[in-house]
């Protein structure tokens, strides 16, 4: 079964950092573009950041560029997102999820992790 | 950046009631448009992408439409398994953005 797991959330105070790791299994993993997309409790999806295939383009949300890198590790099937700089209002599930094609880097996420809680206080 | 606009943000339904949800976009996304449910506790399913494509094992009462700026989801039949909150996403651009959901809830 094609699948995603997220690890690293936790506590973590206020201008600390935190680095969020997801490991894929059961499809080509350096074939798509990865992605992370984050949700406040109780609020809407947010995509954050999204890394090629190949990990040559990277591309940020406005809320966290400069703090935020995302990364990956084709050989271990592993997509990183580093977090700096931490602030309240980056507390939230964060989800990792792949891109559907392996054409486009942007595109319908079609897998999605089971998510994993970042609390900033 | 691209905003999205969805409407309503919720509904209340009947099991068996037709229900139809609308997104917007600021700008021309062409067919770059698609649709997730969730329900509570859950990560996001992809429903339908690029507009009209329903996505693999997703039942066919599940319908989008739409191009340009103004798209559409249509659940044909409402099932109590459908109560959750829909979003939509371009991916026409970076960066990518959710609209803010509608939650269709039980009425």
């Known amino acids: 079964e094609v699948q995603l797991l997220e690890s690293g959330g936790g506590l973590v105070q206020p201008w600390g950092s935190l680095r969020l790791s997801c490991v894929a299994s059961e499809f080509t993993f350096s074939t798509y573009a990865m992605s992370w997309v984050r949700q406040a409790p109780g609020k809407g999806l947010e995509w954050v950041s999204l890394i090629s295939a190949r990990g040559t383009s990277t591309y940020y949300a406005d809320s966290v560029k400069g703090r935020f890198t995302i990364s990956r590790d084709n050989s271990k099937n592993t997509v990183y997102l580093q977090m700096n700089s931490l602030r309240a209002e980056d507390t939230a599930v964060y989800y990792c999820?792949?891109?559907?094609?392996?054409?486009?880097?942007?595109?319908?996420?079609?897998?999605w992790g089971q998510g994993t809680m970042v609390t900033v206080s | 950046d691209i905003q999205m606009t969805q409407s309503p943000s919720s509904l209340s339904a009947s099991v068996g009631d037709r229900v139809t949800i609308t997104c917007r976009a600021s700008q021309s996304i062409s067919s770059y448009l698609n649709w997730y449910q969730q329900k509570p506790g859950k990560a996001p399913k992809l429903l339908i992408y690029a507009a009209s494509n329903l996505q693999s094992g997703v039942p066919s009462r599940f319908s989008g439409s739409g191009s340009g700026t103004d798209f559409t989801l249509t659940i044909s039949s409402l099932p109590p398994e459908d109560f959750a909150t829909y979003y939509c996403q371009q991916s026409y651009s970076s960066p990518l953005t959710f609209g803010g959901g509608t939650k269709v809830e039980i009425k």
């Open positions: 999820a792949k891109s559907s094609s392996g054409y486009y880097d942007f595109d319908a996420f079609d897998v």
